[in-house]
């Protein structure tokens, strides 16, 4: 029964960059599925912020079942989540790898498609030079960003006046 606590940590986590904190205190009267939106009272930040929610984590939480007023209900605290990741992790051979790495996936993988305010919105930062820290683009990833805003070389926009 814990490997559904845990799975759905890991698939929330990575679908929405919540932390885990965020992930074992909320309750279901602040899961709105039909707007698709977890409403978070109180961040480590102290303010309250609105988590969007994919598809996949409208699914995930869809899925869960419903033993009390807590959404994972599995885990009393974030040391027994981590514990149950780090031995997961163990048995897979994976090493290094910790639950907030999660969060950083999630800001790596919504950073190409946003822009860095909305990015910081999604992730509940209250400055824009965190998003330095967690997002880790590749160097072909790099590229792509360069190359795709620039003008096809064939195209007839920006093309300099030829010189007689």
């Given at each position: 029964r814990s490997a559904v606590w845990l799975d759905a940590c890991v698939r929330l986590a990575i679908e929405t960059g919540m932390r885990a904190g965020e992930l074992l205190t909320i309750e279901w009267h602040q899961v709105d599925l039909s707007a698709g939106v977890i409403r978070l009272e109180?961040?480590?930040?102290?303010?309250?912020?609105?988590?969007?929610?994919?598809?996949?984590?409208?699914?995930?939480?869809?899925?869960?079942?419903?033993?009390?007023?807590?959404?994972?209900?599995?885990?009393?605290?974030?040391?027994?989540?981590?514990?149950?990741?780090?031995?997961?992790?163990?048995?897979?051979?994976?090493?290094?790898?910790?639950?907030?790495?999660?969060?950083?996936?999630?800001a790596t993988d919504y950073a190409p498609h946003m822009k860095v305010q909305q990015l910081a919105k999604v992730m509940g930062w209250?400055?824009?030079?965190?998003?330095?820290?967690?997002?880790?683009?590749?160097?072909?990833?790099?590229?792509?960003?360069?190359?795709?805003?620039?003008?096809?070389?064939?195209s007839d926009i920006a093309k300099p006046a030829k010189v007689a």
């Open positions: 109180k961040t480590k930040n102290g303010e309250r912020r609105s988590v969007p929610l994919t598809e996949d984590a409208v699914s995930v939480l869809s899925q869960l079942p419903r033993t009390g007023r807590r959404v994972i209900s599995g885990y009393y605290d974030t040391s027994g989540l981590d514990r149950a990741f780090k031995r997961t992790c163990a048995a897979a051979g994976i090493t290094g790898l910790r639950f907030h790495d999660l969060r950083h996936q999630a209250k400055k824009l030079e965190m998003a330095m820290r967690y997002y880790n683009p590749t160097e072909e990833e790099l590229v792509q960003l360069v190359r795709s805003s620039k003008p096809a070389a064939n």
